[in-house]
Structure formats: structure tokens, C-alpha cells
């Protein structure tokens, strides 16, 4: 079990059911139907692409104020609209998953169709990496920019996030790792910001509070209590476009479902 902070949305009793589509999922894609599933060696190619050019999640440094300027705003929504075709089916497929796992009398013939919908949905997650990645590399945006962007303004600012609840979860086997997004990659971040400021600035002061929560309280979300008002400022005219842009159903997906070869094992991990 990993020793990182996790973040997870909670999704209800239905969670179980993902969860376990995800695992399987991911461990059947490894180990028997890579080939079949074109969107993942897609994601993987694009992955190690990104990673080339952007270094790790945590390797992304915000402004010294804080601020998410227009112009990346308006990338960042380029992107979230690259994948409403992906988050919609994505958004029909968990509804299937959802209503199947509401039954508490399955025939065998419902578990066969239950997994047939697992496969699916794990088809048409890699058909969403594989855009989100895309869209990334065109428009020039890593993911550590992209994952804190998510974070401030669906979690921190709207609190669309925390609507469904939070919890932490973390699953690990010799196959698979799967775990929610990390909060140290967004401390190691906020860190870097921090070193840009001095000691006198009164952002200094609230920033090192924020950090400092964050790594005494894994589920703190960075200024959950009110954004700086610089930031509010440049948000504000896009309060529209982002709760619009925002993917209920691809919550747990959407700050950074990633791939990663290890000991030539395919494996997929939200981080």
C-alpha cells in the first residue's frame, strides 16, 4: 500500500463497483487485450511524450502570485472540450455500470453483461487518456499545469469536486496499481511557488498555512477557505465556462489518469 496522501471522489455505493472495473479492467489490458485496445499503447506513447517534454506532475512550478491567466484558462477549456465526446460515453457507460451493480439479485447472464460493460468502459477510458493527451501536447499544456488548473479551480474555487463526497483510497497488486491523485504532487508545487515569494509577503505567509494543512490533513484542498482575491479577479469572467466545462462523470479521471510500463508489466494509474 502506498504511503502517499490520496485524493478520491466518492461516487456512492456504486464506487465499488468502478473500482473493481478499473482493476480488472486494467489487469485484463495488460495482461491479454492490450492489442486490442489501441487508445492505451496511444496513451502510453503520448505519456512518455509528455513526460519528455514537461518532467513529472510535480515538476510544474505556478506564478509566484498564483494566478491562472487568461490565456491558460482558455487552454485549459480547449482541452476540457476535447473530451466531451470521450466523458460522454464515459458518462452513458458508468450509468450502465451503476444500474447493473443496483441489483442485488444477478442471474448469471447479468454478470456476463456486467463484465462486457467492464471491458467497455475500460475501452472508452483509454479513448479519454488518449485525448486528454493529446489535446495536452497540441495546445501545449503539461499535466502538472493542467492537474493544478483542475485543482483550483473545480476543488479549491467551485467546490464541484467535493460535492460527491471525498475519501481516500489507495489499491496495489503485482499487476496493477491504481490510486486517486496524490497531494503531495500538488505540496511539491505549492512548495515551489512558495520559494518565489519572500518572507514579508503576506501570500507567503497564507501560502505556508495552505502547505502546511495540506500535509497535516491529506483531504485539505489547497485554499478551500476563499482563493486570493488576485486570482478571484481573473477567475471570475469564467465562472460560466468552468462549471460548463466541468465532467461529473469523469471526476476521478479528470486531474490525471495516466500509464506507465513497469518491469514490462502495462499498468494504469491515476495520479
Same mark, same amino acid.
Given at each position: 500500500?502506498?504511503?502517499?496522501?490520496?485524493?478520491?471522489?466518492?461516487?456512492?455505493?456504486?464506487? !465499488?463497483?468502478?473500482?473493481?472495473?478499473?482493476?480488472?479492467?486494467?489487469?485484463?489490458?495488460?495482461?491479454? /487485450? *492490450?492489442?486490442? /485496445?489501441?487508445?492505451? %499503447?496511444?496513451?502510453?506513447?503520448?505519456?512518455? @511524450?509528455?513526460?519528455?517534454?514537461?518532467?513529472?506532475? %510535480?515538476?510544474?512550478?505556478?506564478?509566484?502570485?498564483?494566478?491562472?491567466?487568461?490565456?491558460?484558462?482558455?487552454?485549459?477549456?480547449?482541452? @476540457?472540450?476535447?473530451?466531451?465526446?470521450?466523458?460522454?460515453?464515459? !458518462?452513458?457507460?458508468?450509468?450502465?455500470?451503476? &444500474?447493473?451493480?443496483?441489483? &442485488?439479485? *444477478?442471474?448469471?447472464?447479468?454478470?456476463? &453483461?456486467? !463484465?462486457?460493460?467492464?471491458?467497455? /468502459?475500460?475501452?472508452?477510458?483509454?479513448?479519454?487518456?488518449?485525448?486528454?493527451?493529446?489535446?495536452?501536447?497540441?495546445?501545449?499544456?503539461?499535466?502538472?499545469?493542467?492537474?493544478?488548473?483542475?485543482?483550483?479551480?473545480?476543488?479549491?474555487? $467551485?467546490?464541484?469536486?467535493?460535492?460527491?463526497? $471525498?475519501?481516500?483510497?489507495? /489499491?496495489?497488486?503485482?499487476?496493477?496499481?491504481?490510486?486517486?491523485?496524490?497531494?503531495? &504532487?500538488?505540496?511539491?508545487?505549492?512548495?515551489? @511557488?512558495?520559494?518565489?515569494?519572500? %518572507?514579508?509577503?503576506?501570500?507567503?505567509?497564507?501560502?505556508?498555512?495552505?502547505?502546511?494543512?495540506?500535509?497535516?490533513?491529506?483531504?485539505?484542498?489547497?485554499?478551500?477557505?476563499?482563493?486570493?482575491?488576485?486570482?478571484?479577479?481573473?477567475?471570475?469572467?469564467?465562472?460560466?465556462?468552468?462549471?460548463?466545462?466541468?465532467? @461529473?462523470?469523469?471526476?476521478?479521471?479528470?486531474?490525471?489518469?495516466?500509464?506507465?510500463?513497469?518491469?514490462?508489466?502495462?499498468?494504469?494509474?491515476? *495520479?
Amino acid at each position: 500500500m502506498s504511503a502517499k496522501r490520496n485524493w478520491f471522489i466518492g461516487c456512492g455505493v456504486g464506487c !465499488a463497483t468502478v473500482i473493481l472495473v478499473l482493476v480488472i479492467g486494467g489487469a485484463i489490458i495488460g495482461n491479454m /487485450f *492490450k492489442d486490442k /485496445f489501441s487508445g492505451y %499503447e496511444d496513451v502510453e506513447d503520448m505519456q512518455c @511524450q509528455l513526460t519528455d517534454r514537461y518532467g513529472e506532475v %510535480e515538476d510544474y512550478c505556478p506564478p509566484a502570485d498564483g494566478v491562472i491567466t487568461s490565456d491558460r484558462i482558455n487552454i485549459f477549456l480547449a482541452i @476540457q472540450d476535447s473530451l466531451s465526446v470521450p466523458g460522454a460515453i464515459l !458518462a452513458e457507460q458508468w450509468q450502465t455500470l451503476e &444500474d447493473a451493480d443496483s441489483s &442485488d439479485d *444477478k442471474s448469471f447472464g447479468d454478470v456476463v &453483461d456486467l !463484465a462486457k460493460s467492464a471491458i467497455g /468502459f475500460a475501452a472508452t477510458i483509454g479513448d479519454y487518456m488518449a485525448a486528454r493527451n493529446s489535446a495536452q501536447l497540441s495546445l501545449d499544456m503539461s499535466p502538472g499545469e493542467y492537474i493544478y488548473i483542475y485543482v483550483i479551480t473545480y476543488k479549491s474555487w $467551485l467546490n464541484l469536486e467535493s460535492a460527491g463526497g $471525498l475519501e481516500e483510497m489507495d /489499491f496495489e497488486s503485482d499487476v496493477v496499481h491504481y490510486s486517486s491523485v496524490t497531494s503531495d &504532487d500538488l505540496i511539491l508545487q505549492l512548495e515551489c @511557488q512558495l520559494g518565489q515569494l519572500s %518572507e514579508s509577503d503576506l501570500l507567503y505567509v497564507e501560502l505556508a498555512k495552505e502547505i502546511e494543512s495540506m500535509k497535516k490533513d491529506s483531504s485539505h484542498t489547497p485554499w478551500q477557505g476563499g482563493l486570493p482575491s488576485e486570482m478571484l479577479t481573473v477567475l471570475e469572467p469564467y465562472r460560466y465556462d468552468l462549471e460548463s466545462s466541468y465532467k @461529473q462523470s469523469a471526476a476521478m479521471l479528470g486531474i490525471g489518469l495516466r500509464t506507465e510500463i513497469d518491469d514490462d508489466k502495462f499498468k494504469f494509474e491515476v *495520479k
